[in-house]
């Protein structure tokens, strides 16, 4: 069942400015975890406080299990619709105890039995002995999670999350995130939240909708956005990707071509080519004549890889680089020139102009 | 190696100057007040001192609830919600700030007086005592709410900071979480700008303990008007006691505020954003209205729309000369008062940066406390500073000139903060590393402030200035005391004239007052637009 849809939704701030968010619809399953990404200036949080009724917006509409909560005409204020809200820097209320808190949001409920929602909340997000603290007096990851139990507690029909691992550092974010998800599906809350980080998206998201400017790019699942992306933009932003000139490829006899855009005409040659990610390609030992090669201009040391950038040059293309995320065995230096081919089993490229 | 000439040594002394002479009337009142106390002063305590007290400590209670109930809901309504003339209450809020209360106080003198017929009723109806009670408890009123519909916008501007900024993503929160207009005002935007209320109020029970005019106006008989009489009658050291009382008390309002402000543990989280205004229905427009309008139309609509009727049927009658000569002395000791001030905390502020130092930022700290001090303690120390240089053989015939350089002296120590403050905020905007830098590439100290950071601060200096100008172009109290004999001012001649019932004289200079401080608010309002 769709909990959350909206239909061609667009805001400006200014008239005259460019729209905030131009045309944007997507769809929010019951039960699932949506996440808007987009760089800083792409509209995504616009769109969380026009889901919010933060903000009106000037054409389109925002459905709620079937009512229309925003329209240009009329926009159901943010404290009726029941939607929660996890802000970015938390806006927990400096002058209340961890569990005043949690019970602002519960007034509909008699006083007795707002104890019976916050104890298993508190416990829920591992925080069962923190109720009488104050805001101050709690770690970040803790801020975090008492957010999230504070926006749950009065059962929102839809949860927000507004870049809700921002605030916390990289070791701590990926914990925190992975519980937080957990805690979602403990409860089957519906959730959407925005990040700018690619990460959160695709290690959490069931979903995930790319915004640039204001404008859609692609929606899908986690591995549909990394592995087919709709387009130059998303194919980059979640990670790097190599654009490989067409007539730089090895002849298009073997299997090892995904996608082969056309024949190369010397006019257009700079303009086809594929995408290919750098885990898709390996380093290798050849001399066939129509193989890629290139020269190592940079070996960084990743950890668990290497991350290698060849320069390469083709009849015809001008030079190029490209990123190859080596493993060992073997050991690889400046200067050295290598052959570069598509890892075997899956690889995706897309043609891009 | 002998160092022939060190810049440090000399500069000390003369950054340190400006401290020193804020501290000097106070030294003086202090060391008086601990003398051995004479008949007089237990005759003081035993008449008089109980009523000083009493009546300042009602007035300032009454004026300071009264200011908060008037200017925090004011503050809410222009921050989070939309209404009709939202804009214009904004900035409009902040105009009684031009109206000195001794000003507005002109335009409620005949509704007091119109009021002898209600007495007679209620003399006639319920008898001798509610009459008394009546007549005892009217002149309260008017001072109250003349006082506090005045001053209610230092309330208001701390207020709107808050609940614009600090408090929005707390408010947000607390929208989502499904609270109503009226809950997320009592149960999240009031405590959570307590402490701005406590700032905003403490800055109101300062002014209140200050005022001269309005008290003696409706006749009341708090400390201020109080010491000034003693001072009069010949007694200095009692004045000076009940002025060091009145300087405790000042002691506590800064300390209250303080503690209020520790109490704080924790910063509010920072908004991404400014609040989302809520939009008014058509009974919260008239709810909005009603409480922009209610300081308002008091504190300065009412006395401004009656004074400038009364100048301008007058209009023919207005004595030019009279008026035009005050005029000329508040411009003269304004704009002295605007220099001597400006380079006082410039030589404090520069000096603090260029010879980085403990010592400097206590003298910094000293100069600030000036504007902590009580008016009539100021005017008593110089007073006495004053007449005694006068009474020394030789220079009694500098006896005028020594009572101008009095009322110079007693403005630099009330006001050396009003520049002091957005001078230092301002060097400390601008990063010290851009004064370092200067020095590594080979500049000397001087060279370094007078090219890098006093250029960057002018802005905040000239703005220090003009509202030193403003401060005392309106200032009365320690004018009327420390004035050299028939000179007037604007402030003082519309004092004057109001107690001499001559209302509609005295709102021609009041007008041009309020006309020049009008202009002042301009760079204060760009001061507070920066700070957004």
Redesign the interface.
């Known amino acids: 069942m769709i909990r959350l849809h909206v239909q061609n939704l667009t805001k400006r701030y200014r008239r005259g400015d460019q729209p905030a968010v131009k045309d944007v619809s997507f769809e929010l399953p019951e039960g699932k975890l949506l996440s808007l990404v987009g760089e800083s200036g792409s509209g995504k949080?616009t769109l969380l406080?026009l889901i919010?009724g933060?903000?009106t917006p000037d054409s389109g509409a925002i459905t709620l299990d079937g009512t229309v909560i925003s329209s240009p005409s009329a926009v159901t204020?943010?404290?009726?619709r029941g939607?929660?809200?996890v802000?970015?820097?938390?806006?927990?209320?400096?002058?209340l105890t961890v569990e005043k808190n949690i019970a602002?949001?519960l007034?509909?409920l008699p006083r007795g039995e707002r104890a019976g929602v916050i104890a298993p909340l508190l416990e829920l997000v591992g925080l069962a002995k923190f109720g009488g603290r104050?805001?101050?007096e709690l770690s970040g990851g803790e801020r975090q999670r008492i957010a999230l139990a504070?926006?749950l507690a009065?059962n929102p029909r839809v949860l927000l999350l507004d870049e809700p691992f921002s605030s916390l550092d990289a070791r701590l974010r990926q914990s925190v995130r992975d519980e937080t998800r957990a805690i979602l599906k403990e409860r089957g809350a519906t959730a959407l939240f925005v990040t700018h980080d690619t990460g959160d998206a695709l290690s959490i998201a069931d979903r995930i909708v790319v915004l640039k400017g204001g404008i859609v790019q692609q929606e899908g699942a986690p591995p549909e956005v990394y592995h087919a992306p709709a387009n130059a933009y998303v194919a980059s932003f979640f990670g790097t990707c190599n654009f490989l000139p067409v007539n730089s490829l090895p002849h298009p006899s073997g299997a090892r071509i995904l996608c082969h855009v056309g024949p190369p005409r010397p006019e257009e040659a700079a303009g086809f080519g594929v995408w290919v990610r750098p885990e898709d390609l390996e380093l290798v030992r050849s001399d066939k004549p129509d193989t890629l090669t290139g020269v190592i201009a940079k070996v960084s040391f990743r950890g668990a890889y290497l991350e290698v950038t060849l320069r390469c040059q083709t009849p015809g293309s001008a030079p190029f680089e490209v990123s190859v995320r080596h493993h060992a065995p073997f050991m690889v230096h400046p200067g050295e020139i290598w052959a570069i081919a598509p890892r075997p089993r899956r690889s995706a490229a897309n043609a891009g102009s | 190696m002998p160092r022939p000439f060190n810049s440090r040594r000399l500069a000390l002394p003369l950054i340190w100057l400006p401290a020193l002479l804020v501290l000097l009337p106070v030294g003086v009142v202090a060391w008086r007040a601990l003398q051995p106390a004479g008949e007089i002063w237990s005759q003081v305590v035993e008449t008089r001192l109980a009523g000083y007290l009493g009546h300042s400590a009602i007035l300032i209670v009454a004026v300071t609830s009264l200011a908060v109930l008037l200017g925090v809901p004011a503050a809410w309504q222009v921050s989070a919600h939309d209404f009709p003339g939202r804009r214009i209450f904004e900035w409009a809020l902040l105009l009684p700030l031009a109206m000195p209360g001794f000003v507005a106080a002109v335009a409620y003198v005949d509704v007091l007086e119109g009021l002898i017929p209600f007495y007679v009723w209620v003399r006639k109806n319920h008898g001798i005592d509610a009459f008394l009670l009546v007549q005892e408890i009217a002149p309260w009123v008017f001072a109250t709410g003349v006082l506090a519909s005045t001053l209610f916008p230092y309330v208001f501007l701390s207020c709107r900071a808050v609940f614009a900024r600090e408090a929005a993503g707390s408010l947000e929160a607390a929208r989502m979480l499904g609270a109503g207009p009226f809950r997320t005002f009592i149960s999240i935007a009031v405590p959570m700008a307590r402490p701005a209320i406590a700032a905003g109020a403490s800055l109101v029970a300062m002014e209140t303990m200050n005022d001269y005019g309005v008290v003696s106006t409706f006749g009341l008989n708090p400390m201020t008007p109080g010491i000034f009489r003693i001072w009069s009658e010949g007694h200095p050291g009692s004045a000076m006691r009940l002025a060091m009382m009145l300087m405790a008390m000042t002691l506590l309002f800064v300390g209250l505020e303080r503690w209020q402000r520790g109490r704080r543990k924790f910063a509010p989280d920072p908004a991404e954003r400014p609040l989302v205004r809520r939009k008014c229905g058509p009974a919260g427009i008239v709810l909005a209205w009603f409480v922009c309008l209610l300081p308002l139309l008091p504190g300065f609509l009412i006395p401004g729309w009656r004074m400038a009727r009364w100048a301008w049927q007058s209009f023919d009658r207005i004595d030019w000369s009279g008026n035009l000569t005050a005029a000329g002395h508040s411009v003269l000791l304004a704009a002295g008062a605007a220099g001597l001030v400006t380079l006082g905390a410039l030589v404090m502020v520069s000096g603090r940066r260029a010879f980085d130092g403990r010592s400097l930022l206590l003298a910094q700290r000293i100069g600030l406390l000036g504007y902590a001090f009580p008016s009539a303690l100021v005017a008593v120390g110089i007073g006495t500073i004053v007449s005694s240089l006068a009474t020394t053989p030789g220079l009694a015939g500098l006896a005028l000139s020594a009572s101008s350089f009095g009322l110079m002296f007693a403005y630099f120590v009330r006001f050396l903060a009003v520049v002091i403050q957005p001078a230092a905020a301002g060097l400390e905007t601008v990063s010290a590393s851009l004064h370092q830098a200067a020095r590594t590439l080979g500049a000397k100290p001087l060279r370094a402030l007078v090219e890098i950071d006093l250029p960057l601060i002018r802005a905040a200096l000239v703005c220090g200035a003009t509202l030193v100008f403003i401060d005392v172009f309106k200032e009365l109290t320690l004018t009327l005391v420390l004035r050299p004999f028939d000179f007037e001012t604007l402030a003082t001649r519309t004092y004057r004239l109001t107690g001499e019932s001559r209302i509609p004289e005295a709102s021609v200079p009041g007008l041009f007052m309020v006309l020049v401080s009008l202009m002042g608010l301009i760079p204060l309002t760009r001061l507070l637009s920066f700070k957004k």
């Not at chain 1, 204020?77 to 009726?80: D, I």
Request: aromatic letters at 12%.
């Open positions: 949080s406080r919010a933060l903000e204020p943010p404290e009726q939607i929660g809200l802000f970015q820097h938390h806006a927990l209320f400096p002058h602002f949001g007034r509909h104050y805001p101050h504070r926006a009065p």
